[in-house]
């Protein structure tokens, strides 16, 4: 991708964007076209390091033993092993974690206590501690901070029942090359994961969290109010879906 258009597509962004009382995101969308949803091999689940931190800070939680309670109280939370039962009791209380926490570490000699207290509530929307994203640690390791700088520049590219992939890429109050440079990795990462790569990729868009989008393209920045979502019908088919 042109990194000169991405700048370009940046700045038109905050051109045609009002000032909110709050720094909005950058939301990064792709549309795909020839895939199969239905096919496991066309599925895109994807963790992607990103340059620079995308702005918002992910919330972690941590499920270790002793080993890695003390290590681990750099995250926003830690629940000992000691406590996995009362969890695995309460399915409500493992489902009112999944929605509080954006990531969660987990420590590798516990994941069949893991997977039993907490698998049900977290596994169903895809929380689960995941060792893509770095997330399984040994019970012995020098420090936890590493993993905690990475998952906050760390994004995942992910289609559900759609021909789309949408995330949160930077912040308002980045720098734009930051946001280029961010764009740039995630485009890259998700072009070499496609199967038939370029021919995967239907458009590119960009746009601040209340902003109208704007596509990227090599002949400059397209303004679109509306992103079309795939029609009902063409969710499953891996026919090209209707983005604007």
């Given at each position: 991708?042109?990194?000169?258009?991405?700048?370009?597509?940046?700045?038109?962004?905050?051109?045609?964007?009002?000032?909110?009382?709050?720094?909005?995101?950058?939301?990064?969308?792709?549309?795909?076209?020839?895939?199969?949803?239905?096919?496991?091999?066309?599925?895109?689940?994807?963790?992607?390091?990103?340059?620079?931190?995308?702005?918002?800070?992910?919330?972690?939680?941590?499920?270790?033993?002793?080993?890695?309670?003390?290590?681990?109280?750099?995250?926003?939370?830690?629940?000992?092993?000691?406590?996995?039962?009362?969890?695995?009791?309460?399915?409500?209380?493992?489902?009112?974690?999944?929605?509080?926490?954006?990531?969660?570490?987990?420590?590798?000699?516990?994941?069949g206590e893991i997977a039993a207290a907490f698998g049900k509530g977290l596994g169903t929307v895809g929380k689960m501690p995941n060792p893509k994203a770095g997330c399984i640690v040994p019970p012995v390791i020098p420090?936890?901070?590493?993993?905690?700088?990475?998952?906050?520049?760390?994004?995942?590219?992910?289609?559900?029942?759609?021909?789309?992939?949408?995330?949160?890429?930077?912040?308002?109050?980045?720098?734009?090359?930051?946001?280029?440079?961010?764009?740039?990795?995630?485009?890259?990462?998700?072009?070499?994961?496609?199967?038939?790569?370029?021919?995967?990729?239907?458009?590119?868009?960009?746009?601040?969290?209340m902003s109208p989008s704007v596509e990227i393209t090599d002949k400059g920045p397209v303004l679109h109010k509306k992103i079309e979502e795939p029609k009902?019908?063409?969710?499953?088919?891996?026919?090209?879906?209707?983005?604007?």
């Open positions: 991708m042109n990194q000169e258009a991405i700048l370009e597509s940046i700045k038109k962004v905050r051109e045609i964007s009002k000032k909110r009382k709050f720094p909005q995101s950058f939301d990064l969308i792709i549309n795909l076209t020839q895939l199969d949803i239905k096919n496991p091999n066309d599925k895109i689940d994807l963790f992607v390091i990103l340059n620079h931190p995308k702005g918002k800070t992910p919330k972690i939680c941590a499920l270790v033993g002793s080993e890695l309670e003390s290590k681990a109280k750099i995250f926003d939370k830690v629940i000992n092993k000691d406590e996995f039962p009362q969890y695995q009791k309460d399915i409500k209380k493992v489902k009112k974690l999944a929605r509080e926490y954006d990531y969660f570490i987990a420590q590798a000699n516990l994941m420090k936890l901070d590493p993993i905690k700088e990475k998952l906050n520049k760390t994004i995942r590219l992910l289609t559900k029942d759609q021909l789309i992939i949408k995330s949160i890429i930077g912040k308002e109050d980045m720098k734009d090359e930051e946001i280029a440079e961010n764009i740039q990795t995630a485009y890259s990462a998700l072009l070499h994961a496609l199967p038939k790569e370029m021919n995967n990729l239907k458009s590119v868009f960009i746009k601040l969290t009902e019908n063409e969710k499953d088919t891996g026919k090209e879906n209707k983005g604007s």
